[in-house]
């Protein structure tokens, strides 16, 4: 056997610095997920498995009243006022992330087929909003869609709200506003997909004659559905918990999972039932990234989407 120059001693000290290299280099991220991901997520669990004190704290012996309080079931019998919040929370993801989608698509393409110099001021005009504080910019609709606004006047002028109403608070503004908060998260996972966009597929489907449609959904629609999917990850999950703008532009009247989560830990003082509403929320969560991937590889040819 042919003498390589490398003795096992000094073998093992390289496999030595390699380990120190990449545990110096994976330490810092693996440690900051620990922190303020892992162990709060561990301890809202046991949280959520304890008893409601007298105070709203949570206190022994473990109990799964709080899932009980979570399904409708209370002392006073069952009432679907928790289900109709998480339905609610549901629709308006849905509805929001589908606007969403809609309204992204063309901005995203319409970026794309711009001159290269215009691209990075175009993306930045979408994205300078997001900058400003959330609180903020909710605040910016509320004085858009009060009483006596242009936006509320011509709404009344076409009989979609009474006289004096206004389109806030009202379900109407919350789904405004979740399109309007997560819009950039939608163009640019999609105008990442459409850079890439191989235009000679396009050209084939039109030389055979393909609608618009169908050109679309043949030769556009699956290059970017990566994208597509990465955006619908980055809209939907958020949406689902969202708190400041069901608060804000409801009015009390559109609370979602995320409000009532907050109210729990905080007016309602019953932290083991708002630690099962989170739970329910990181389950959602984890339900929906597998939705997608499986969604992905089903679309994408039998590839599964990385996402």
């Known amino acids: 056997m042919a003498y390589t120059g490398v003795t096992p001693s000094a073998r093992s000290r390289g496999m030595v610095r390699e380990a120190r290299h990449l545990l110096a280099t994976v330490a810092p991220g693996a440690t900051w997920i620990v ?16 008893t409601n004190g007298p105070y709203g704290l949570p206190e022994m012996p473990l109990s799964l009243e709080s899932f009980r309080r979570l399904a409708g079931f209370g002392f006073l019998g069952w009432s679907p006022g928790n289900l109709y919040t998480l339905l609610r929370s549901l629709w308006q993801t849905l509805v929001s992330t589908g606007l969403v989608v809609i309204v992204a698509y063309p901005i995203a393409y319409y970026i794309s087929t711009c001159r290269a110099r215009w691209r990075p001021i175009m993306l930045l005009l979408v994205v300078v909003p997001s900058w400003t504080n959330q609180v903020i910019r909710t605040f910016g609709w509320m004085n858009l869609l009060a009483p006596g606004t242009p936006l509320s ?49 396009v050209e084939a489907a039109q030389d055979l004659f393909a609608s618009p449609v169908r050109a679309f959904w043949h030769a556009v629609f699956p290059q970017t559905l990566p994208g597509l999917l990465a955006g619908i990850v980055l809209v939907a999950i958020p949406a689902f918990g969202m708190y400041v703008i069901p608060e804000l532009l409801g009015g009390g009247k559109g609370m979602m999972l995320g409000n009532l989560v907050a109210n729990q830990f905080a007016g309602g003082s019953n932290w083991p039932l ?9 389950i959602a969560t984890f ?11 089903r679309l994408g040819g039998g590839e599964e989407v990385v996402i």
């Open 35 to 50: 922190i303020f991901l892992v162990l709060p997520s561990a301890y809202l669990m046991g949280v959520a498995f304890m």
């Open 153 to 201: 006047e011509l709404a009344e002028a076409l009989g979609l709200i009474s006289a004096n109403m206004g389109l806030y608070p009202s379900n109407f503004a919350v789904t405004l506003g979740l399109v309007y908060n997560f819009l950039p998260f939608m163009v640019l996972p999609l105008y990442a997909a459409f850079e890439k966009l191989d235009t000679a597929q």
């Open 274 to 282: 708002g630690a099962a509403g989170a739970i329910l929320m990181l």
């Open 287 to 297: 339900i929906g990234l597998f939705a997608m991937r499986r969604i992905g590889k």
